[in-house]
T-cell receptor
Framework: SAVISQKPSRDICQRGTSLTIQCQVD?????MFWYRQQPGQSLTLIAT?????????ESGFVIDKFPISRPNLTFSTLTVSNMSPEDSSIYLC????????????FGPGTRLTVL | GDSVTQMEGPVTLSEEAFLTINCTYT??????LFWYVQYPGEGLQLLLK?????DKGSNKGFEATYRKETTSFHLEKGSVQVSDSAVYFC???????????FGQGTELSVKP
């Protein structure tokens, strides 16, 4: 499986600010995914990020709030913009490591608290 | 739309007890099915998977069989350990877009 790292691992932010989360993979992957896990809840997909194209957002998530970059096949960023306490969650990136399969491997997550 | 339903937790067991966590799904077509585990303070780890009907996924003593007739993928382990304490997520792959759809998670606590 791929080795996936995320930065930062956790952060505490003030309302109205923005935070950019980085996801780095140790091998080239086609598809990267960003999920949100709200406290005590399951995971919900925010968007799918493919290199060379704009991210595809799920219903309820918009680019102005969660802009995503995918500059190459090993890296992606997710920005949480104009944060409010409701954005307090764990944000996880995942990859389809083997390409063409449907098995995803997850990073360790970024635990975000918004005050 | 596609969905996954898991038994509610928390589930509390004594060490060496038998574990079953129920998972049923609704899906178009024949998705792959997964169990992920999240240990306290950590990200998700793939525990096992099955890609077609009657497949059995297994890992670390855990097993689950893809049952198309009952649309189920129940997780079992014959003898749990304290180190198995975690949250377990059942998931299916959306065949149209590659995303995973998760159940609500089941917290397992194993007492010595």
């Amino acid at each position: 499986s791929a080795v996936i790292s995320q930065k930062p691992s956790r952060d505490i932010c003030q309302r109205g600010t923005s935070l950019t989360i980085q996801c780095q993979v140790d091998s080239q992957v086609t598809m990267m995914f960003w999920y949100r896990q709200q406290p005590g809840q399951s995971l919900t997909l925010i968007a799918t990020a493919n290199q060379g194209s704009e991210a595809t957002y799920e219903s309820g998530f918009v680019i102005d709030k969660f802009p995503i970059s995918r500059p190459n096949l090993t890296f992606s960023t997710l920005t949480v913009s104009n944060m409010s306490p409701e954005d307090s969650s764990i944000y996880l990136c995942s990859v389809d490591h083997q390409g063409g399969t449907d098995t995803q491997y997850f990073g360790p997550g970024t635990r975000l608290t918004v005050l | 739309g596609d969905s996954v339903t898991q038994m509610e937790g928390p589930v509390t067991l004594s060490e060496e007890a038998f574990l079953t966590i129920n998972c049923t799904y609704t899906a178009t077509g024949y998705p792959s099915l997964f169990w992920y585990v999240q240990y306290p303070g950590e990200g998700l780890q793939l525990l096992l998977k099955a890609t077609k009907a009657d497949d059995k996924g297994s890992n670390k003593g855990f097993e689950a069989t893809y049952r198309k007739e009952t649309t189920s993928f129940h997780l079992e382990k014959g003898s749990v350990q304290v180190s198995d304490s975690a949250v377990y997520f059942c998931a299916l792959s959306d065949i149209r877009g590659g995303k995973l759809i998760f159940g609500q998670g089941t917290e397992l606590s194993v007492k010595p």
